[in-house]
């Protein structure tokens, strides 16, 4: 593959200092204010504050006793829920310092996520579950069997959708019985969350790896590790609007998309295992900008609530395998951007 760009910071994008020491999992800003929760590989939950002048101090932190892979955040800004490989959900008080275990399933936690209209968390697992907790009690209050570990989630009320795994080979044929292997993405309505409204073929071949639903939940966006973004809508009349497109190639080279993040005007960002990031408009079906490629995969991406940041996290993605791991140099960072309105907003046409 082609080598990185030799520019430790080709967008002049500010720096976060004291970042986390290994690759970040997940990272979203607090609805409330400028504070950034990330989860890393480093087994921490951290916080930092991002100030007017562009200043960013971490706040505090907590610990798993193995790696973080998701991070939200309630509604009020005041707590922070995250699980991962201990396949622990666990909830922290920011005002108190204290964490509390609410939730576990039987495999690594992939996906949490706070639902606000409901006083609920709900979880994804490779379990092959979704879990919803009440944190006043210790089971679950709802508990959904998949067809396949969960790989990517994501929750807008009322509006759930998750991605699966693609089924194994290795169990696609039981004698008579042949199983459907193509890659599954399930979509709820909240009022009703124990059955799903609608199960979508994804239009991705292989695995998925993000998903983010639309600002106005008429629909979701997924990515893939084939440099592959497949936009897909909710209600019956819409599925002709349906389209996917690639991103993420290079000369030959086909890298993974590793974060779909939208921004509040409706547009998005994709980042991937290339080291870019790019902004898109889905209704014009065409790219807005695109960013020059960072010295690291980009593993997570985030727009604070106003739209003005864009965070995200350089770091090993694993796409290499072990062997690039270990002649890695660049040090896992996290990037702010400062989103301008003509790289992000929607370009009317000429004569409109």
């Known amino acids: 593959m082609n080598p990185p760009a ?10 976060v200092a004291n970042s986390p020491s290994d690759t970040i999992s997940s990272m979203l800003f607090s609805p409330t204010a400028n504070f950034l929760a990330t989860a890393s590989w480093n087994k921490e939950v951290a916080v930092y504050e991002v100030q007017a002048t562009g200043a960013t101090l971490p706040k505090a932190k907590v610990q798993h006793t193995h790696p973080v892979l998701a991070v939200d955040w309630s ?5 922070v829920v995250s699980g991962g490989t201990d396949s622990l959900c666990k909830l922290w008080n920011l005002a108190s310092n204290q964490e509390i275990t609410i939730g576990q399933h039987a495999a690594p936690i992939k996906s949490v ?4 209209e409901m006083n609920l968390v709900v979880t994804g697992s490779f379990d092959k579950t979704i879990k919803y907790w009440d944190m006043r009690q210790a089971t679950p209050a709802a508990n959904i069997q998949l067809n396949e570990r969960v790989y990517a989630m994501d929750v807008k009320h009322p509006v759930l959708a998750v991605a699966t795994a693609t089924v194994p080979e290795s169990v696609v044929e039981r004698g008579a019985t042949r199983i459907d292997k193509k890659n599954k993405i399930f979509v709820y309505d909240l009022s009703n969350p124990s059955a799903p409204f609608r199960v979508v073929e994804s239009p991705l071949k292989f695995q998925h790896r993000c998903l983010s639903i639309f600002p106005d939940k008429s629909g979701f966006a997924v990515g893939s590790v084939e440099g592959r973004v497949a936009i897909s809508h909710v209600a019956e009349k819409d599925l002709q609007k349906n389209f996917a497109f690639k991103c993420h190639r290079q000369d030959n080279d086909i890298y993974a998309v590793n974060s779909i993040a939208f921004h509040p005007y409706g547009t998005f960002a994709t980042a ?3 080291g870019v990031y790019t902004f898109w408009d889905k209704d014009a079906k065409q790219r807005l900008k695109l960013f020059a490629r960072g010295p690291n995969s980009i593993t997570a991406g985030c727009f604070n609530p106003q ?3 864009y965070a995200y996290a350089l770091g090993y993605d694993w796409s290499k395998g072990v062997e690039y791991y270990q002649r890695q140099r660049e040090p896992n960072t996290i990037m702010l951007h400062a989103v301008q309105d003509a790289e992000i907003k929607k370009k009317v046409a000429a004569g409109r």
Do not use: L, Y
């Open 307 to 309: 739209g003005t940041i």
């Open 75 to 79: 509604g009020d800004g005041s707590q």
């Open 113 to 116: 996520h706070f639902v606000k």
């Open 272 to 274: 991937g295992s290339d």
């Open 6 to 15: 030799a520019n430790t910071n080709p967008n002049g994008d500010m720096v």
